[in-house]
């Protein structure tokens, strides 16, 4: 309740937070939808069909949540 959630960024490219964020401002996105934390990876995880594999960055970003505690 009263918590906005945090969206995470990986990409495998370096881009500041602060350009990501205004890159979603000038898409329409409202000023809610604000990157929190971004990490720079080697290689999108994907599964054996080629799709991205989503589980795989979800335990990233909850890694990172632990680490930020």
């Known amino acids: 309740e009263g918590e906005r959630p945090t969206l995470y960024l990986f990409a495998t490219f370096f881009i500041d937070r602060e350009e990501a964020n205004e890159a979603l401002r000038q898409a329409g996105f409202s000023n809610l939808a604000r990157i929190g934390v971004f990490q720079q990876i080697s290689e999108m995880p ?3 069909t080629g799709k991205y594999n989503y589980r795989q960055l979800q335990e990233r970003a909850a890694e ?3 680490a930020k505690r």
């Open 46 to 48: 994907l599964m054996g």
């Open 64 to 66: 990172l949540e632990v």
